[in-house]
């Protein structure tokens, strides 16, 4: 157990909206986090830094990964 984390009651790990998140994105909302310019800058980024025929895990992807079809990877996997 990490130390201090016995110190907190029980409620403070619960929810405070118990609205089942199944319902958190209905309706599909396709929508980008950052604007057109960024994502081109980040997309450089990563083609010019990560190895060739990886597998990455793109956790600031949204319903479309920064890591284009394009470059040369084995996996991409999105959360976002």
């Known amino acids: 157990m990490i130390d201090g984390l016995h110190d907190f009651p029980p409620e403070a790990s619960q929810k405070v909206d118990v609205t089942n998140d199944a319902l958190l994105n209905l309706p599909p909302r396709l929508v980008t986090h950052i604007d057109e310019k960024a994502t081109e800058a980040l ?38």
């Not at 010019?48 to 990886?54: F, N, T």
């Open 43 to 80: 997309t450089a980024f990563y083609r010019k830094v990560l190895p060739s025929d990886g597998v990455f895990l793109d956790l600031m992807s949204s319903w479309g990964s920064h890591i284009k079809e394009e470059m040369a990877t084995a996996a991409v996997m999105g959360m976002g």
